[in-house]
């Protein structure tokens, strides 16, 4: 069989998000036995003469030309957009509007499977939060932060699709704190600085998982075609004040109210700042519970909370 014979006998996958550090590593673990299609919204991303790589937004009418063009087997959505990126406008435009789009001509043109991300800031960060939270539990965040109701609506989204058209075999994947070289989220930028705030009298408990084993995650979750939503963490978990200093970061104590209080001492002093929708989890833990997702796909993390830290405490440079 040719080189050419064999590349078209590979599925073809849509990964969105292309421009981000976890994309690129579940690119670089489906390039050899699959023809791949980067798109991302935000920027370029530069994968290479052997991908396809487009930055296109979703509700434009040139996203859909993808589709007639490629004939894509699967799609693989990591294209969600951060609650500190964008507007609020813009971000429901892209997360709710843009997603919306990708099912509606995942639909229309056959797709056979779509793994959709989304994140454990869904759950809500409340005092009363259970020990262990699982995929059962209801999605409180909208009704405590307005910034975080477009990641809610996503996930809604995702489950209507999966209702409405099951053939789609659609997978919601959520992780808790993505961390690891390359990844530029709140949780990463705050571990990499040398000193870094706490609310005083919080230490909430947290969980993390390298960049690396959320990708080796995303490609499990592709390769078996099971439907649900499933959580995506590790079976430890570890202070926020603790994972501060493993990772060699100083603390800085601020007072946590009024509300406004933190963001105004944190700019004063130039630190690192908890984006305003983000402050009850640095306040009250939330502590998911993985172990569905590690039963049904046989996942297990291959990267240590000690060899995380080890790395913010060996970088302390802008990621």
Not at 183 to 206: D, E, I, K, Y
Not at 269 to 290: E, H, Q, S, T
Request: glycine residues 4%; contains cysteine.
């Amino acid at each position: 069989m040719t080189e050419q014979q064999t590349k078209q006998h590979k599925p073809c996958i849509l990964v969105t998000g292309a421009a981000g550090t976890l994309a690129r590593q579940v690119i670089q673990r489906l390039q050899d036995s699959c023809n791949l299609v980067a798109v991302d919204s935000r920027e370029p991303a530069d994968l290479g003469d052997t991908i396809p790589s487009y930055c296109i937004d979703f509700n434009q009418r040139s996203f859909e030309d993808l589709f007639r063009r490629y004939h894509f087997d699967g799609v693989i959505h990591l294209g969600r957009i951060r609650s500190s990126q964008l507007t609020r406008l813009r971000r429901y435009n892209a997360n709710v509007l843009g997603t919306q789009k990708l099912l509606d001509l995942s639909h229309k043109y056959g797709i056979r499977r779509v793994i959709v991300l989304s994140t454990y800031h869904v759950y809500g960060a409340m005092a009363y939060n259970p020990a262990l939270i699982n995929e059962s539990a209801a999605m409180k965040s909208a009704g405590l932060s307005s910034d975080l109701v477009d990641s809610v609506e996503l996930e809604n989204l995702a489950n209507i699709y999966q209702w409405r058209y099951p053939e789609l075999n659609i997978c919601i994947l959520r992780p808790c704190n993505i961390v690891g070289p390359g990844v530029r989220n709140t949780m990463s930028t705050l571990l990499a600085s040398h000193r870094s705030p706490v609310l005083a009298g919080f230490s909430p408990m947290m969980q993390f998982i390298h960049v690396d084993d959320m990708a080796d995650a995303v490609v499990l979750a592709y390769k078996k075609p099971v439907c649900g939503v499933f959580n995506v963490a590790p079976e430890d978990w570890v202070s926020y004040q603790q994972a501060l200093a493993l990772s060699g970061c100083a603390r800085v104590p601020v007072p946590s109210i009024p509300p406004v209080l933190p963001r105004v001492i944190l700019r004063t002093l130039r630190l690192k700042r908890f984006p305003a929708y983000l402050i009850a989890f640095f306040k009250y833990p939330v502590v998911i519970d993985g172990r569905s997702f590690s039963r049904e796909f046989n996942f297990t993390p291959r990267r240590s909370l000690k060899e995380i830290f080890r790395f913010y405490k060996d970088n302390k440079t802008p990621l």
